[in-house]
């Protein structure tokens, strides 16, 4: 018995898939789930994973229905993590539970980016607002503790937001409050330790070195001590690196999601490799998704293969 994690090749942006399998003890009637964390859905690209297509092929059940997402966990509103939640939303065979967002005021300066930005933001504005479809959970660290850890969840605590960052994304260094295009609302992104038994998964979020790693490796040292796999930051990026973090949290994995070129100009692999040795780096941009079965029994190694995915 294992749980299933998958990181898809889906280029400059974040695409993470958690497969929980059903109970076998505590409460049995709890059945599986499946955590999306963030979307950057490539339709037409072929050297990207077309994330609906894949979602509709791995996660059905024996009747041929698609599998609900139990929890859609989104780390923060920018484009290349919401890319696609528009056709995810209306997609009629798929459906959210949950939809965690963060408490914020961002908007985006401008749509220009990508053309499905508008609709993706508008698809974000309705899931997390009044009228929306799911349960919209709003979280932190401050939050009361083991909110997401006890035995009808999944062992999930929060590293960030906290109440700290969300201030230094919202206010300036002089009190005054940013403006609403300019928050930095990658400062106060969802970060997660997810334990399977004795095996802990740290999704590091989009923050950078400092206030984001620096604030997390001061309050949190013993939550992200020695990690079996770490989804690194900030797509693997030197902002996202933090020596001493990483030293920490010790990885076996360390995954990087993000495109060939952007990890060529901005990737850390050297900078990790200094800092842990022993680790193995993975890359989606090579030569694709990922997928790692982490075994509930701690005498069961973790195994992974990784694929070249067809749209
Ligand atoms: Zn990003």
């Not at 906290?162 to 930095?184: N, P, Q, S």
């Not at 996202?240 to 952007?262: C, M, Q, R, T, W």
């Amino acid at each position: 018995m294992s749980v299933k994690i998958h990181f898809l090749n889906v280029g400059a942006g974040d695409c993470t898939i958690i497969h929980f399998p059903a109970r076998t003890r505590g409460d049995k009637s709890l059945n599986e789930r499946i955590m999306m964390v963030d979307i950057n859905h490539n339709p037409t690209d072929r050297n990207y994973q077309n994330v609906i297509n894949y979602y509709k092929e791995n996660f059905r059940d024996d009747n041929g229905s698609i599998k609900p997402i139990f929890r859609f966990i989104c780390t923060h509103p920018h484009q290349d993590h919401i890319c696609g939640l528009d056709a995810l939303k209306n997609d009629p065979d798929i459906t959210i539970a949950n939809f965690w967002d963060l408490a914020h005021d961002f908007e985006p300066e401008n749509y220009d980016y990508y053309p499905t930005h508008e609709a993706d933001w508008k698809a974000y504005k309705n899931l997390t607002g009044e009228k929306s479809t799911a349960t919209v959970i709003r979280t932190s660290r401050e939050d009361e503790p083991g909110k997401y850890w006890n035995n009808e969840e999944d062992r999930i605590s929060i590293l960030s937001p906290c109440k700290e960052l969300r201030r230094y994304a919202h206010y300036k260094e002089d009190g005054t409050k940013r403006e609403k295009t300019k928050i930095e609302i990658d400062e106060m992104s969802y970060a997660l330790v997810i334990q399977i038994n004795s095996r802990k998964i740290l999704l590091g979020g989009e923050g950078r070195t400092t206030p984001f790693w620096e604030n997390i490796y001061t309050n949190c040292k013993d939550l992200i001590k020695n990690c079996s796999i770490l989804k690194a930051s900030h797509h693997g990026q030197e902002a996202g690196f933090h020596e001493d973090a990483v030293k920490l949290i010790n990885p076996e994995y360390i995954v990087f999601s993000n495109s060939e070129k952007e990890d060529e100009d901005y990737g850390a692999e050297g900078s990790y490799k200094k800092a842990v040795p022993k680790a193995t780096i993975l890359k989606t941009c090579e030569p694709g998704n990922i997928v790692f079965e982490v075994p509930f029994d701690k005498s069961e190694e973790i195994v992974f293969k990784q694929v070249i995915h067809g749209q």
